[in-house]
């Protein structure tokens, strides 16, 4: 084989950390390979968000962004020093690609399409001349541990160098996009502490019928509080989206980590409630009024006034000790209170986490101590930066996975 010539980086993964990396890279006139294992970039990037592209959030306060990380915040304030939300509405602003701010600070191009996010970055390269190998699986990676170098790595059409390399191949989560932790197993061979991933912004399985009935429906204000063993563990308020499955949408999947730690410990149940902002009494009060004008119907065919919109069919299996068919002015003070106590509290039985092919984030790899995080450059080789999603680091949903992927990726390739 023909030996290519030598390159000044070498990024592998073509996703959102990897297209970073290697524009900015570019941009500082470096001579750039970019080695990706998909027929096209940016496979996953693609679809994110549900191919609107949840870009970053909006949270002005650093302090209050880098505690959304949790343990891994405390590691970043250096890199988002030098590159954080502000710095992305300016780069894809500045490509004439406008933001926009919507609920819970999430932000999004302003056209709604992941495709127009891509295409930004795909011109951002192109602009700096990166060649771009794709159908290029990395097949080996040769260093020199003891002179603290990556040498080479080696695809089906021969073997690459560069002065230095920048592993941006994401962890494992949407497994159909090429992402099957490959750059975990490298890491680890060359002496990294890799953590094992676990899927961490999930939908959670549950084994309720009333549930499933009611797959497709989404409902933006919900409360939900979990327990375990029956003892309250922690409530959210926010957006669910009913599945066949069990529970999904921007709520549940923010509780997916902490519902991870409680199946360890025992039997984890939950409970919803449909009008948090209301209390009991005020929400009697509105049953009352609402079966005061419809005394003389079933109670079935008036449930869809007192349940949240499209929830009607799924949540009269609930009632199953009060019989639907019966007049409204047959329902007892009994009946009446356990309806309203019941919209008060869905039940829910968890019973599992989604996988690896539903995860938004899955957390694992690098461990961050082995990270200079200056400059995202491995503490083990000389040459060698890690980014984006091979960086353990907890990540909610709600824009801050991407923003990890585009700081780390602009630190390493400011620094490669």
Known sequence: ?????????????????????????????????????????????????????????????????????????????????????????????????????????????????????????????????????????????SSDKENRKIVSVKTKDGIWKANSYIFATGGVSHRETGSTGDGFKWLKDLGHTVKDPTPTIVPLQAKDKWIHTLAGVSLSFMKITFYLDNKKQFSKTGKILFTHFGLSGPLILNCSKKVSDLLQSGEVTAKIDAYPDTDLGSLEKKVIKIFDLNKNKILKNILKDITPPGTAKGIEMIFNDIDLTKKVHSVTKEERKQIVQNLKSLPVSIIGLMGYDRAVVADGGVVMKEIDTKTMRSMLYDNLYIIGDLLHITRPSGGYSLQLCWTTGYVAGMNA
């Open 1 to 141: 084989m023909k030996q290519p010539e030598m390159y000044d980086v070498i990024v592998i993964g073509g996703g959102a950390a990897g297209l970073m990396a290697a524009g900015t890279s570019a941009g500082l006139g470096k001579k750039v390979l970019l080695l990706e294992k998909n027929k096209s970039l940016g496979k996953k990037l693609k679809i994110t968000g549900g191919g609107r592209c949840n870009i970053t959030n909006g949270e002005e306060d650093i302090h209050k962004f880098l505690k959304a990380y949790e343990e891994g915040g405390d590691h970043l304030y250096s890199p988002f020093s030098k590159f954080n939300n502000k710095d992305t509405f300016k780069f894809f602003e500045n490509k004439n690609l406008p933001l926009v701010t919507q609920a819970r600070k999430r932000v999004f191009p302003h056209t709604e399409r992941a495709i127009d996010v891509y295409n930004v970055l795909e011109q951002y390269i192109k602009e700096g001349k990166v060649t771009v190998k794709l159908s290029n699986p990395v097949l080996k990676i």
